[in-house]
């Protein structure tokens, strides 16, 4: 769902991006494989971020990549519109979004869609304990409150 899609009354939307923020050392991932026939797909779908390289780390064996994170660190329409440019499928895709709808394409006061914060936590628990607390405290709200605080205010 992205903010287009969200009546106006609603305030919850399931999404996840990443956003650069000094004060966070070491932020646990899913790292995942596409081949490069989905590409097309993926830029259709996260048209709205900048996607960069980043290194990464694989816990179980040490092994050092790089690849890519959707960042959502920007922090107006201009902007996001200055980065679909580069590339006609993500800019079609911004002039379809801005065509219906009117507002800003990130919303501050938009805050968890509960189903889908408890998936995420769900899956996560099944994992190290390390895993939760890590993204219980580098994962935030739109307004800037971790998850840890949002769940415990």
């Known amino acids: 769902m992205r903010a287009n899609d969200i ?7 399931a999404c996840l991006s990443a956003v650069p923020d000094a ?38 064996t040490g092994k050092k990549g790089e ?11 201009f902007e996001c519109e200055q980065i679909t440019a580069s590339d006609p499928i993500r800019f079609k895709r911004w002039k379809e979004f801005k065509d219906k709808y009117q507002g800003p394409m990130w919303r501050c006061d938009l805050e968890p869609c509960p ?3 408890s998936r995420c936590i769900e899956t996560i628990k099944s994992k190290q304990p390390e895993f939760l607390d890590n993204f219980l405290d580098t994962t935030f709200t739109g307004d800037e409150r971790s998850i840890r605080e949002y769940l415990n205010p």
């Open 115 to 117: 189903t889908y914060l």
């Open 7 to 13: 009546p106006k009354d609603r305030k919850d939307y």
């Open 67 to 77: 690849g890519v994170v959707c960042m959502g660190d920007y922090d107006n329409d």
């Open 23 to 60: 004060r966070i050392k070491k932020m646990y991932v899913s790292v995942f494989d596409i081949p490069l026939s989905n590409w097309p797909a993926l830029l259709d779908r996260e048209f709205e971020y900048r996607l960069v390289n980043i290194p990464f780390k694989e816990l179980k």
